[in-house]
């Protein structure tokens, strides 16, 4: 059903899309997550546990820096398919072109895919450079945090793609951001451990793919994670990406395919 | 105002069948979105080398269509091909020989006219450097060559829609279709898209378009069918359509009376001089084989129009008089 050849052409649009915005996007990659460790990992967490700066056992900075690297693909993906997709799909008509072409819903769906997969493994490269720079995730086990990241960037792509397809305006934007985002970039385990929340946050904590995707990578960058739970964790960021692939594929045919 | 004695009916009531070579047949060719009826078992065939038209007012289902042809949009019911395939089971090898042109340009305005061409050619598979000397010639065919750097976003409305045709052009297509290729553009860049579809026609290609510009149709088409209230109400050539529903001639009489208004006369008076008579607000035309011929009659009836005017029936008369002179919205 999925061919790759057509799948890389679309990646290659994106691709030379994004060849305008890259020099900003690297910028921003390597910056972000100099400033927020610096700032929140060094800066605050020299606070933390009255002054003595750890965490769980460990300084801030090495609880903190895999919850940002998990997060900030959570954002990614969240920027990269709500506002650039309704682009092609609606204000600039880019997918209209393309289905009049050899190209199917199917290639569409999965050349975005190929596109996304690649952007957050580069983003979440970069950052983790970064992080060890200051001093975390210095074991090669670490090094497997990166795909964690890409698996929760996925995660969050697929079902926001098959809302986007659903949308006439970018109203249903802000509320996205505002209401699920924002509150799991906050909550989801990135900054405190999920425990510090009322009991049926933590429920709905772990109802999401964030918070398993942040508490693997910590596993990965601290040498703490066991089979079992490396699992379960597994098994949800995979069972969000494979619902919101499907999901997608059945919005974006509605929607084009009329 | 009563204009039409009948109410024309399909040309021809029993379709003919396939011709042989034609790239294009459909056979009660139908669409329907939930409840509404967008196309109504329509039948038609394009021969190879055709320019045909498909003309009729704003949501007449012409667009549908179009949509059908280029297997974006699935057939409810009926039958379609397309170069011979069914859209349903070969959509991508259809769309790989068919060049589009959509109503709206779809172009990505960020990119250069050339990005814009070489994605679009890599999406057929085409070697970008293939795509690369194809693209020079496209460019110079369209007259765009000294804006290939240019963001897209620094055309014109006309150059869109020329680097739109030229995108069409990147796969050597069989059939071309282009919905409302001119609308909304300013009378240069009209004649200039005309033209170059002219040498398209020149060069043998298939061209299946749209339009509610008469003088379009008029232009290019061989052959054309109207639609309206998604049916097929006629099909010929210009010419066939204009014998078929008009006369030779059309006089426009205009009376004026101290209100300014066009019934100052007895329209009783002129019914047996022309073929038909048509009452508008502001005159009154004759439809005759003879125009001068009844413009003598009107003068020997007593009658004193304010102006006279003789012209050639048009495919306009033939447009209103098939879909009406009231809006369809």
Same mark, same amino acid.
Request: charged share 20%.
């Given at each position: 059903?999925?061919?790759?050849?057509?799948?890389?052409?679309?990646?290659?649009?994106?691709?030379?899309?994004?060849?305008?915005?890259?020099?900003?996007?690297?910028?921003?990659?390597?910056?972000?997550?100099?400033?927020?460790?610096?700032?929140?990992?060094?800066?605050?967490?020299?606070?933390?546990?009255?002054?003595?700066?750890?965490?769980?056992?460990?300084?801030?900075?090495?609880?903190?820096?895999?919850?940002?690297?998990?997060?900030?693909?959570?954002?990614?993906?969240?920027?990269?398919?709500?506002?650039?997709?309704?682009?092609?799909?609606?204000?600039?008509?880019?997918?209209?072109?393309?289905?009049?072409?050899? *190209?199917?819903?199917?290639?569409?769906?999965?050349?975005? *895919?190929? !596109?996304?997969?690649?952007?957050?493994?580069?983003?979440?490269?970069?950052?983790?450079?970064? =992080?060890?720079?200051?001093?975390?995730?210095?074991?090669?086990?670490? *090094?497997?945090?990166?795909?964690?990241?890409?698996?929760?960037?996925?995660?969050?792509?697929?079902?926001?793609?098959?809302?986007?397809?659903?949308?006439?305006?970018?109203?249903?934007?802000?509320?996205?951001?505002?209401?699920?985002?924002?509150?799991?970039?906050?909550?989801?385990?990135?900054?405190?451990?999920?425990?510090?929340?009322?009991?049926?946050?933590?429920?709905?904590?772990?109802?999401?793919?964030?918070?398993?995707?942040?508490?693997?990578?910590?596993?990965?960058? *601290?040498?703490? =994670?066991?089979?079992?739970?490396?699992?379960?964790?597994?098994?949800?960021?995979?069972?969000?990406?494979?619902?919101?692939?499907?999901?997608?594929? !059945?919005?974006?045919?509605?929607?084009?395919?009329? | 105002?009563?204009?039409?004695?009948?109410?024309?009916?399909?040309?021809?009531?029993?379709?003919?069948? &396939?011709?042989?070579?034609?790239?294009?047949?459909?056979?009660?060719?139908?669409?329907?979105?939930?409840?509404?009826?967008?196309?109504?078992? &329509?039948?038609?065939?394009?021969?190879? #080398?055709?320019?045909? #038209?498909?003309?009729?007012?704003?949501?007449?289902?012409?667009?549908?269509?179009?949509?059908?042809?280029?297997?974006?949009?699935?057939?409810?019911?009926?039958?379609?091909?397309?170069?011979?395939?069914?859209?349903?089971?070969?959509?991508?090898?259809?769309?790989?020989?068919? #060049?589009?042109?959509?109503?709206?340009?779809?172009?990505?305005?960020?990119?250069?006219?050339?990005?814009?061409?070489? &994605?679009?050619?890599?999406?057929?598979?085409?070697?970008?450097?293939?795509?690369?000397?194809?693209?020079?010639?496209?460019?110079?065919?369209?007259?765009?060559?000294?804006?290939?750097?240019?963001?897209?976003?620094?055309?014109?409305?006309?150059?869109?829609?020329?680097?739109?045709?030229?995108?069409?052009?990147?796969?050597?297509?069989?059939?071309?279709?282009?919905?409302?290729?001119?609308?909304?553009?300013?009378?240069?860049?009209?004649?200039?898209?005309?033209?170059?579809?002219?040498?398209?026609?020149?060069?043998?290609?298939?061209?299946?378009?749209?339009?509610?510009?008469?003088?379009?149709?008029?232009?290019?088409?061989?052959?054309?069918?109207?639609?309206?209230?998604?049916?097929?109400?006629?099909?010929?050539?210009?010419?066939?359509?204009?014998?078929?529903?008009?006369?030779?001639?059309?006089?426009?009489?205009?009376?004026?009376?101290?209100?300014?208004?066009?019934?100052?006369?007895?329209?009783?008076?002129?019914?047996?001089?022309?073929?038909?008579?048509?009452?508008?607000?502001?005159?009154?035309?004759?439809?005759?084989?003879?125009?001068?011929?009844?413009?003598?009659?009107?003068?020997?009836?007593?009658?004193?129009?304010?102006?006279?005017?003789?012209?050639?029936?048009?495919?306009?008369?033939?447009?209103?008089?098939?879909?009406?002179?009231?809006?369809?919205?």
């Amino acid at each position: 059903m999925i061919a790759v050849r057509p799948a890389l052409r679309v990646a290659e649009y994106d691709a030379a899309s994004f060849r305008k915005s890259w020099k900003s996007a690297l910028f921003i990659s390597v910056v972000s997550p100099v400033l927020f460790l610096g700032a929140m990992g060094l800066g605050l967490g020299g606070l933390v546990g009255s002054g003595r700066g750890t965490v769980a056992g460990v300084s801030y900075l090495r609880f903190l820096a895999p919850g940002l690297l998990v997060t900030t693909a959570m954002q990614t993906a969240s920027a990269e398919t709500t506002y650039p997709i309704m682009n092609r799909l609606h204000w600039s008509k880019i997918y209209e072109a393309m289905l009049n072409t050899p *190209l199917r819903v199917a290639d569409l769906l999965a050349g975005e *895919l190929v !596109w996304l997969t690649a952007r957050f493994a580069v983003l979440s490269l970069l950052f983790h450079v970064v =992080a060890v720079c200051f001093g975390a995730g210095r074991s090669a086990m670490a *090094l497997l945090a990166i795909p964690v990241a890409v698996a929760t960037g996925l995660a969050f792509a697929t079902p926001i793609l098959a809302y986007t397809a659903t949308q006439r305006n970018d109203q249903g934007f802000n509320a996205l951001n505002r209401f699920i985002i924002l509150p799991l970039f906050l909550l989801g385990g990135s900054f405190f451990p999920v425990t510090q929340l009322p009991l049926v946050l933590q429920g709905i904590a772990w109802a999401t793919p964030l918070t398993h995707g942040v508490a693997l990578g910590r596993d990965l960058y *601290l040498g703490t =994670a066991g089979v079992p739970s490396s699992l379960v964790h597994v098994l949800v960021l995979v069972l969000y990406t494979v619902v919101g692939v499907l999901l997608a594929r !059945w919005t974006m045919t509605r929607r084009l395919v009329v | 105002m009563p204009v039409l004695d009948q109410q024309p009916a399909a040309d021809s009531p029993v379709p003919a069948p &396939i011709p042989p070579g034609a790239l294009i047949s459909a056979r009660g060719l139908t669409k329907r979105f939930g409840e509404r009826l967008a196309v109504d078992g &329509i039948d038609f065939s394009v021969g190879r #080398g055709e320019v045909f #038209g498909f003309l009729g007012p704003n949501g007449a289902g012409k667009t549908t269509t179009m949509r059908m042809i280029g297997c974006v949009s699935p057939v409810t019911a009926g039958q379609l091909r397309v170069l011979g395939m069914d859209p349903a089971t070969d959509g991508p090898r259809i769309r790989a020989r068919l #060049g589009v042109v959509p109503q709206a340009d779809t172009l990505d305005t960020e990119l250069s006219v050339r990005d814009n061409l070489v &994605i679009y050619a890599r999406y057929f598979d085409i070697p970008r450097r293939e795509a690369r000397s194809r693209i020079d010639e496209l460019l110079a065919f369209v007259q765009l060559s000294e804006r290939v750097d240019e963001p897209v976003d620094a055309l014109s409305g006309g150059m869109k829609r020329r680097l739109t045709i030229a995108r069409g052009l990147i796969n050597d297509p069989d059939i071309i279709l282009l919905d409302e290729p001119t609308t909304g553009l300013d009378p240069q860049a009209r004649h200039l898209l005309w033209d170059r579809l002219y040498r398209l026609k020149q060069q043998g290609t298939t061209l299946v378009l749209t339009t509610h510009y008469m003088d379009e149709a008029e232009q290019l088409c061989d052959r054309i069918v109207v639609m309206d209230k998604a049916r097929i109400v006629a099909e010929g050539s210009p010419q066939q359509l204009i014998e078929r529903w008009s006369t030779r001639e059309v006089v426009e009489l205009r009376f004026v009376d101290a209100s300014g208004a066009g019934d100052a006369v007895d329209v009783s008076r002129l019914a047996d001089i022309a073929e038909r008579v048509e009452v508008l607000p502001d005159r009154v035309l004759l439809y005759a084989s003879d125009g001068e011929a009844a413009v003598a009659a009107v003068h020997a009836r007593g009658l004193q129009p304010a102006s006279v005017l003789v012209r050639r029936s048009t495919l306009e008369d033939v447009f209103l008089r098939l879909t009406g002179r009231s809006l369809v919205e």
